[in-house]
């Protein structure tokens, strides 16, 4: 049973372009979560997706940070016209559906480091 | 805002030693959970503690809660070169997103 997948593991791009990361959950969960975590940093919550679903966006920067989990597909998280402080590294984690496990286990992925010049 | 804080911020012993690393929390929580996670690599779940639980072991690992106080220990046994690597304690308020601490560095010397 493979893990959380996430590509690419590094990306880096230039102020203003856009960066797209991709994350796919373990087989059989339906939650995916999304984290940054910057240098000597903890991870910092950003967006919770279900199948088709935003459920919580509360630490989602309001402009340029995109989000989305279609029913078919990894989950995307869009990030536009990236600016240097957008370097970081970007978890993605998966859990399986409410009333399999009540602990809200997360399980995470290797992550993305994103490096803007 | 941050939730938990790790404490020491890093945590130097030698091998075989024991290390002791805390976490202070502020609100309530359904669960605390302890990560690792090696240099440049993602995270690795170690052990879930309940809020109505006061003590856990798996394997070296020994995890206290006392929602008394809002803190957790993590507490590794007879400690190995290979346990070098952060630390953070994660917690979950509300059965969604997990609110990690800033991790405490440990290094095991050989």
């Known amino acids: 049973n493979a893990g959380v997948m996430q590509n690419p593991r590094h990306l880096v791009r230039r102020r203003g372009q856009e960066a797209r990361l991709r994350c796919s959950p373990m087989k059989g969960h339906s939650h995916v979560y999304w984290y940054r975590q910057l240098p000597e940093e903890g991870l910092k919550f950003m967006v919770y997706?279900?199948?088709?679903?935003?459920?919580?966006e509360s630490g989602m920067p309001k402009e340029r940070f995109s989000a989305e989990f279609p029913k078919e597909g990894p989950s995307i998280l869009r990030i536009q016209q990236v600016v240097r402080g957008d370097s970081a590294a970007y978890f993605c984690a998966s859990s399986p559906p409410i009333g399999t496990a009540d602990n809200n286990e997360q399980f995470f992925g290797p992550g993305t480091r994103l490096t803007v010049l | 805002s941050q939730q938990g804080e790790e404490d020491p911020q890093a945590l130097s012993i030698q091998e075989g030693e024991n290390a002791t690393m805390n976490c202070s929390y502020k609100t309530s929580i359904n669960n605390l959970q302890w990560y690792r996670q090696n240099s440049g690599r993602g995270l690795v779940h170690l052990i879930l503690?309940?809020?109505?639980?006061r003590e856990k072991h798996s394997g070296r690992l020994r995890v206290t809660l006392d929602t008394s106080k809002k803190s957790s220990s993590l507490l590794i046994t007879a400690s190995r070169a290979a346990d070098t690597a952060s630390y953070f304690c994660?917690?979950?308020?509300?059965?969604?997103?997990?609110?990690f601490g800033k991790g405490t560095t440990l290094s095991v010397s050989s």
């Open positions: 997706l279900q199948k088709e679903n935003i459920i919580d």
């Open positions: 503690i309940r809020s109505n639980e």
């Open positions: 994660a917690t979950d308020q509300a059965g969604t997103a997990l609110i």
